[in-house]
Nanobody, 123 residues
Framework: QVQLVESGGGLVPPGGSLRLSCTNS????????MAWFRQPPGKGRSGIAV????????YYADSVKGRFTISGDGAKNTLYLQMNSLQPEDTAVYYC????????????????WGQGTQVTVSS
């Protein structure tokens, strides 16, 4: 059974860095790609970074481009998010998700989700 588990969240001052990890504690599965989403307090969840395993192509939301880097190992269903220059507006619960079918333009359906990890950016 697939079970994605995020880790690495916490409290960090503005300008700081964190590295989030997402691992699969269940059986591995073929995924087309994986992504990071986040949900700020009182707001909806939105995708911020996506990676496509077949060619390593990535997509970043404008809000994190140049500050965050997504990476991972598709064969192991593991995913990372290096977050630098964190700001208070980055405060959110961060989720990883996996897509088995992918699709054009990174507009994918995600069949597997983690439970989320809290990131708080505050002095």
């Amino acid at each position: 059974q697939v079970q994605l588990v995020e880790s690495g969240g916490g409290l960090v001052p503005p300008g700081g860095s964190l590295r989030l990890s997402c691992t699969n504690s269940g059986g591995t599965f073929p995924s087309y790609g994986m992504a990071w989403f986040r949900q700020p307090p009182g707001k909806g969840r939105s995708g911020i970074a996506v990676i496509q395993w077949v060619d390593g192509d990535t997509y970043y939301a404008d809000s994190v481009k140049g500050r965050f880097t997504i990476s991972g190992d598709g064969a192991k269903n593991t995913l990372y998010l290096q977050m630098n220059s964190l700001q208070p507006e980055d405060t959110a619960v961060y989720y990883c998700a996996a897509s088995t079918l992918g699709g054009p333009g990174f507009r994918w359906q995600y069949e597997h989700w983690g439970q989320g990890t809290q990131v708080t950016v505050s002095s």
